[in-house]
């Protein structure tokens, strides 16, 4: 049984007049922010905007790079080069670096297609990890739980946080259902609650077919574009807490 666990959220996806998200709510109760860096979503304005916002709330801060894709919403796939998708990244994590106080992050999630392609892609999932040695060795990498690309950053020396999802549906393999897929997303709270909590204590998850699949996790994301998702993360650190599991930062797990 888990006694830790970071609960971590995408944030910042705001851009220019349009608002997405209730930022301001979801941030009382998560540990940790993965903030938009102006390829997906966010732009500069926003950047300094949710990074104040955590550092208020004393939530610990990860870049949310994504491919160069506002129109998608980065949910589109590219096919960009090892060395495109390195220096992308590079540049989103200097970006939102920069506005923090300490001028430091905590970790890096990367974002939609991109995450999902390095799950598979060993060029690609090798290419993201070694932006991040070039930026701050100390950095944590945030990535999906039980995939190879654990233990690609690993092999190369990252720290990295396993990750599992509140509020999506997975494969018998682990990997995220498809959005395009019915059910692919999670709606009901208690559903969200339930799971989320049998992961984290159990170490156990029901596939979309019904099997019931091990999962090892670090960190739980909610998505904070999800219907609900103020009540979710409530409900969520709620129900961990009473079960005992510690919500604290994904940098004092790994």
Known sequence: MANKIDFNCDMGESFGMYKMGL?????????????????????????RTTVKLAEEHGVAIGAHPGFPDLSGFGRRTMNASALEVKNDVIYQMGALQAFTGAKRLQHVKPHGAMYNMAVDDQDLATAICEALLEVDSDIVLLALAG?????????????????????????????????SKE??????????????LRM?????????S???????????????????????AQALKQALVAEDVEVTPLGELV
């Open 200 to 208: 984290v204590t159990e170490g156990k998850a029901v596939a979309i």
């Open 23 to 47: 930022d301001e709510e979801v941030i009382k109760h998560i540990t940790s922010a993965n903030i938009a860096c102006g390829f997906h979503a966010g732009d500069p304005n926003w950047m």
């Open 183 to 196: 059910g692919s997303v999670i709606h009901d709270i208690q559903e969200v609650v339930d799971r989320s």
């Open 147 to 179: 995939s190879q690309w654990i233990s690609i950053a690993e092999d190369l020396g990252l720290r990295v946080g396993r990750e599992i999802f509140a509020d999506r549906a997975l494969n018998t393999d682990g990997t995220l259902v498809s959005r």
């Open 210 to 232: 019904g099997e019931v699949i091990d999962v090892e996790a670090d960190s739980l994301c909610l998505h904070g574009d999800t219907p609900g998702a103020v009540d979710m």
